[in-house]
């Protein structure tokens, strides 16, 4: 059996995707800025997705600008965020310890340039409270960006509160959105937002493709220097092809959005339940206050590394994080933020579900993950001190969830 399991890292291009970027590449091939007929069929085509993204997520037409993906749009966004607050004399951002790597180097970047930015602690459950926010906040404050739902262990953070707080206070908000957008339904006006990252491939879109909404009066600052694409704020002939396919992807993802997630949550309690009966181990991040496909837990006395190669041994795609990270030997970043010690946060395992999920894959992975983690446990000198006391274990041997 071969079950993927890494949709939180991409997703497959569905089939009403692919049949609506074809004739993109073979009909409506012209260049959207040029004069002539082919060109202005480009164009129309161009203009209304983007009318339609616009529409899911409340948004106005001209708030929408195509980029190659959600990395792009956080740049962009925190940039001119930045940018914008330093003409004003302020140079203080705020954001959280457990962001995508997008944003927080961003951040690191700017603070070479003399910005400060304060990194919000994260609770043991992987959410960040309104009141954390709004006592980081000072007068110098010209951006606060928090993710909607992390990449990693998938908890859902409280965006319409935070952004009422910034909304306020006078500071512009941003949030990633890139693992939310298809699992939770989005209203920017309705939830604050200034501005907000999406990337296609996370829900059966193409990769290269995403979209930055910034509202009407926020300045953008370019990233991107060339010709007066997307209204000279992202120069660079527009991906035509996968702007469709992202609008039809998101389009099927928000309208299937309610009844995928009543499937998931079916699953995801299978699975929780069934992970939880091996020894010493944990889910990380709030049980209930998550994205329905994101299952995350920590093991004892093992790395994630060969957890990982021995599943994909049994036909089974999971990660160990974020994709964006899965080459460093270092502990993932989100599980130190959340209180995770280093030695437990190498031994994590990340299960992102999809939508052709069932019962029958969810318990081989539950059977395939047992039967692993015994056998890693079986030769680990780590694990052998933790069984004879050496070593104290950091879980209960059993954990209700």
Not at 157 to 162: L, T, V
Not at 368 to 388: A, K, M, N, Q
């Amino acid at each position: 059996m071969f079950v993927y399991a890494d949709n939180a890292a991409t997703t497959a291009v569905s089939k009403n995707v692919l049949d609506a970027m074809v004739p993109i590449y073979t009909e409506v091939y012209g260049n959207p800025s040029s004069l002539y007929s082919v060109g202005q069929k480009a164009k129309e085509i161009l203009e209304e997705s983007r009318e339609r993204i616009a529409k899911i997520l409340g948004a106005k037409p001209r708030e929408i600008y195509f980029t190659s993906g959600g990395s792009e749009a956080d740049n962009q966004a925190i940039v001119s965020a930045a940018r914008f607050g330093e003409k004003k004399g302020k140079k203080h951002i705020i954001s959280t310890k457990f962001e995508h790597h997008a944003v927080l180097h961003t951040l690191q970047a700017l603070e070479k340039e003399g910005f400060e930015v304060t990194l919000l602690d994260v609770h043991e459950n992987g959410v960040v409270t309104p009141e954390q926010v709004a006592d980081a906040i000072r007068e110098d404050t010209a951006l606060v960006t928090i993710m909607y739902a992390n990449n990693e262990i998938g908890t859902v953070q409280p965006i319409a509160e935070i952004g009422a707080i910034c909304k306020e206070k006078g500071v512009l908000f941003h949030t990633d959105a890139v693992q939310a957008v298809s699992h939770i339904h989005i209203n920017v006006v309705e939830q604050n937002i200034d501005m907000l990252s999406i990337s296609a491939h996370k829900f059966h879109g193409p990769k290269g493709v995403g979209v930055l909404y910034a509202r009407g009066g926020v300045a953008l600052t370019n990233i991107i220097n060339g010709g007066a694409q997307e209204r000279g704020k992202r120069a660079g002939t527009e991906n035509l092809a996968g702007i469709v396919g992202m609008t039809v992807a998101l389009e099927d993802a928000v309208e299937h959005m309610d009844e995928n997630n009543a499937k998931f949550e079916k699953l995801q309690d299978r699975l929780i339940e069934g992970l939880s009966k091996i020894p010493y181990s944990e889910l990380n991040g709030d049980r209930h206050q998550r994205v329905k496909s994101n299952v995350n837990f920590c093991f004892e006395g093992i790395e994630g590394e060969s957890l990982l190669l021995l599943l994909d041994d049994k036909g089974i795609a999971v990660s160990s994080g974020s994709a964006c990270t899965s080459g460093s030997l270092d502990p993932s970043h989100v599980l130190l933020a959340i209180g995770r010690p280093h030695e437990v946060a190498h031994g994590s395992l990340r299960i992102s579900l999809g939508e052709d999920a069932d019962e029958e894959q969810v318990d081989y992975i539950i059977k395939s993950v047992t039967e692993v983690v015994e056998y890693l446990r079986s030769f680990s000198p780590f694990w052998g001190d933790l069984t004879t006391g050496k070593r104290p274990h950091v879980f209960l041997e059993h954990k209700a969830v």
